[in-house]
């Protein structure tokens, strides 16, 4: 049984910065792509990055390039999202999914965990 674990999320004020891991177990870590996505109220789940299997490479969307960081240690089974400079409008809550190519599609991955609420207010 597959499953993902979201965690490090919790009520920062702007301007700090969190890290986010996830922890998977029940799959073959090592061949699957692993992303993070985010949720707010009234949007659709926003694709925030992700990393190829090796971690060798990885692909965050340019508007988000500046303050996140994505990486993953294969021997531990966990992919992590560095935030820094948090801000307001970063609240969500904060998925990783796994898929064995990848993509920047929600529905295009194979597995995702339950989330890790991040809210950003003074």
């Known amino acids: 049984q597959v499953q993902l674990k979201e965690s490090g999320g919790g009520l920062v004020q702007p301007a700090s910065s969190l890290k986010l891991s996830c922890a998977a177990s029940g799959l073959n870590f090592n061949n699957y792509v692993m992303a993070w996505f985010r949720e707010s109220p009234g949007k659709e789940h926003e694709f925030v990055g992700s990393?190829?299997?090796?971690?060798?490479?990885?692909y965050i969307p340019e508007s988000m390039r500046d303050r996140f960081t994505i990486s993953r240690d294969n021997t531990e089974n966990k992919v992590y999202l560095q935030i820094d400079s948090l801000k307001p409008e970063d609240t969500a809550v904060y998925y990783c999914?796994?898929?064995?190519?990848?993509?920047?599609?929600?529905?295009?991955?194979?597995?995702w965990g339950q989330g890790t609420q991040v809210s950003v207010s003074s």
């Open positions: 999914a796994a898929h064995p190519r990848g993509g920047n599609k929600w529905r295009e991955y194979h597995y």
């Open positions: 990393i190829s299997r090796s971690g060798d490479t990885w």
